[in-house]
C-alpha cells in the first residue's frame, strides 16, 4: 500500500449573500429572481444597488459575472464587484477576491494578495476562507511555510465541518506536521470527513484500518472505506481495493474484481496498478492469459520509473513474451531495474549479460543511458 500522500483541492465557493435586515425588498426581488434562474431580472435587482454601494448586491453582481449568469463571463467585471465588496469587510466576496488572486483569473496570479483577503475572510469565520489560508500557510504560497498556522486555519476550518480542512488535518496529525503525531486524531478527522463523503478522507481512512494505525487492523472496514473512494474514482483506493481482492484481505479471494479496480486505477496512471495489471494478464488470473497485455501494463508501469515493471520487461524481452526475444533490451531493462534499487534485477541483468557478446553489452548500456535521460518514455 502506498503511504498517505497531502492531496490539496481549492473549490470556488460562489454564495449570494443572505437577507439581512439592511437588505431592502429590491434586494430580495433580486435573491428570489436569481434562485428561479431569471438572471436578467436578478441583475436588474442587483446592479443600481450594486452602483449604489450595497455590498451584497455588489458580491452577487461579482458571482453573476463569474459563472457568465445573465451575462458574458467576465473575469475582469467580476473581479471589480468582487473588490468593491470585499472593501466593505463582505466576507465572501473576500474569499471570492483571494481566489481570483490566487488562480489568476482577472488578475495576474498573486499568492500574497490571495493570502491578504483570505485572512480578511478567514478572520471573519468564513470556512473555506480558513481552509484556503491553511493550504497556503501549509505549502508556503504566499508567505513562510508554517505548518502550526496551517492546522490553526485548518482546524478552525474542521470544526464548521469543512470535509476538505478535516482531510487535510487528519493528514497533518499522521504526519505530525505542526502539531505532534497522532493517529487517534489523525483517524478522528478523517472520518468526520470520509462521513461527508469526501474521497481522500475514505481512502486514508482505509489505510489507517489495512495498517492498523489509531485503530485494530480491520480489513473489513478497510475494504469498506476504500471501496466508497474507489467508487468515486480514486485511483489509491482503487487500487489498494484491487489488492484486498487479489489476496482475500476482508472478503474472499476474487481475480475478477481485482481486475477489475487494477484496471480503473490503472487507466488512471496508476503505476502500482498497472504493474499488477499485468501480473495478473501475465499469469492468466481473471483474464485469459495475454502476454501483449501484460506487455502492455509493464511498459506503462516501466515508464513511471517502477523498477519492478521495468524488470519484468526484461524477463519478457528474454523469453520473447509478446514481443520479439532481444537479449539486448532484455539486458537494459534489467540494468535500469537494478539501478533504482531492485536487487533481483542485479542478479537477472548479470545472468543475460553472460549469454551477450562485447558489442551487446555496450550496445545496451549505450541505449540504458538513453532511457534514463528520456526518463523512460519510449525505450
Known sequence: MKNVTRTICLTLALFLGSVGTGCGPDFNKGVAAYESGDFATALGEFRPLAEQGHADAQHNLGVMYDNGEGVPQDDKTALKWYTLAAEQGHADAQYNLGLM???????????????????????????????????????????????KTAVKWYTLA?????????????????NGEGVPQDDK????WYTLAAEQGHADAQYNLGLMYDKGQGVPQDDKSALKWYTLAAEQGLADAQYSLGV??????????????????????????????????????????????????????????????YA???????VM???????????????MWGNIAASNGLEKAVEFRDWVGEKMTPSQLETSQRIAGECVRKQYKGC
Do not use: C
Open 101 to 147: 488572486y490566487e488562480k489568476g483569473q482577472g488578475v495576474p496570479q498573486d499568492d500574497k494578495s490571495a493570502l491578504k483577503w483570505y485572512t480578511l475572510a478567514a478572520e471573519q469565520g468564513l470556512a473555506d476562507a480558513q481552509y484556503s489560508l491553511g493550504v497556503m500557510y501549509a505549502n508556503g504560497y504566499g508567505v513562510p511555510l508554517d505548518n
Open 308 to 314: 519492478r515493471a521495468q524488470n519484468n520487461l526484461g
Open 185 to 188: 486524531s489523525a483517524l478522528k
Open 158 to 174: 474542521a470544526e464548521q465541518g469543512h470535509a476538505d480542512a478535516q482531510t487535510n488535518l487528519g493528514v497533518m496529525y499522521a
Open 317 to 331: 524481452y528474454y523469453n520473447g513474451e509478446g514481443v520479439i526475444k532481444d537479449n539486448v533490451y532484455a539486458h
Open 244 to 305: 484486498m481482492y487479489a489476496n482475500g484481505y476482508g472478503v474472499p479471494e476474487d481475480d475478477k474484481s481485482a481486475l477489475k479496480w487494477y484496471t480503473l486505477a490503472a487507466e488512471q496512471g496508476d503505476a502500482f496498478a498497472q504493474y499488477n495489471l499485468g501480473v495478473m494478464y501475465y499469469e492468466g488470473l481473471g483474464v485469459p492469459q495475454d502476454d501483449k497485455s501484460a506487455l502492455k501494463w509493464f511498459t506503462l508501469s516501466a515508464e513511471q520509473g
